[in-house]
Each structure stands twice: as C-alpha cells, then as structure tokens.
C-alpha cells in the first residue's frame, strides 16, 4: 500500500452516475461510521479518519467525480490534513526559493571566477529539500495502516480493485 510519491493517488471509471457514487460511498460509509468522518459537496468526497483516532500523520481520501456519458471518473488523491499538507508545501517552497538563489549566486561567482562561498547555501536547500521527503515518507508509514482503511472502504463500497500510483 506504500507508495513513494508524497501524495498517492488512483483514477477509476465506473458506469455509474456521480450522484450514485456518491449515494454509494455514503451508505457504505454510514455502519462503520465511527471511525470515518464525511465531507461532501457536489462531485466531491472527501472520507477521512474520525477525530478520536487521528493523529498529525493520517490520511484523508479525496475523491473528484467527474461525471460523463453515464460513466463517472473518480479520482482519489490520499494526503494528510491541511495543516501537515500546508506546512509541507511552504517548507518545500521556501527551501527551493532558497535554492534557486543560492544556486544563482553560486552560477555567478563560478562566471567571474570568484570562491564558490554560496555552494553551502545551495548543498543545505538541497539538503532540507531530501529531509522534507524523508520525514514524509516516514510520516506516510506512521499513517500507512488507516490509509490501508480508508482504501480498503473505497474498494468495498465501489465493489472493484483499483490500482494506488
């Protein structure tokens, strides 16, 4: 069920309406609803970890309906909560942006022939840039055995196999 890519993700296509899919997944999730919470809007649904059992790394599935001819395309997006999803992001943003200027800097001072005193600013972006996926690869193995759950209840309610990429 591990994957490495920071957000796994699936695409399906059932013959069923979005508004069916959506009926499904609803009823499917309603016995065992204590351990899920459901967000909905339409062509969204979002099944995530009920409170009690959540912690900083469990995943959530969003699922984006995109209806079509009588078939629906869902696509499943699995990540953490907003707050762990945002920080990751900004982290990964400043890091680049530092990144880039080190790297400038580093590119200018080999053209005029200078010490290359910024190469420990690029190494050490590139150095926190390996950390981040590291600790977010761990964070997906903390949270591996609910998103084994949460994917698990997508199967059962959709009644098909569907491949995590």
Not at 3 to 29: D, G, M, T, W, Y
Not at 53 to 59: A, G, I, L, T, V
Not at 78 to 96: E, M, V
Not at 99 to 105: H, Q, V
Request: charged share 15%; aromatic share 12%.
């Amino acid at each position: 069920m591990s994957s490495f890519h920071i957000r796994p993700r699936f695409s399906q296509v059932v013959k069923r309406s979005a508004n069916e899919v959506q009926e499904i997944l609803r009823e499917s999730v309603a016995p065992i609803g204590d351990q899920f919470e459901v967000k909905e809007f339409p062509d969204f649904f979002c099944l995530r970890i009920s409170e009690r059992d959540r912690h900083f790394w469990s995943p959530r599935l969003n699922l984006s309906l995109e209806e079509e001819g009588g078939k629906t395309t869902i696509h499943g997006i699995y990540g953490p909560n907003a707050n762990a999803w945002s920080l990751f992001l900004f982290s990964y943003l400043i890091l680049g942006f530092l990144g880039l200027i080190a790297g400038a800097l580093v590119l200018a001072q080999w053209i005029i022939g200078s010490e290359l005193t910024w190469m420990w600013g690029l190494g050490g972006a590139l150095g926190g840039i390996a950390i981040l996926y590291i600790v977010a690869q761990f964070g997906q193995k903390l949270g591996a055995q609910q998103m084994f759950l949460l994917h698990q209840t997508y199967e059962s309610a959709i009644g098909e196999h569907v491949e995590i990429h």
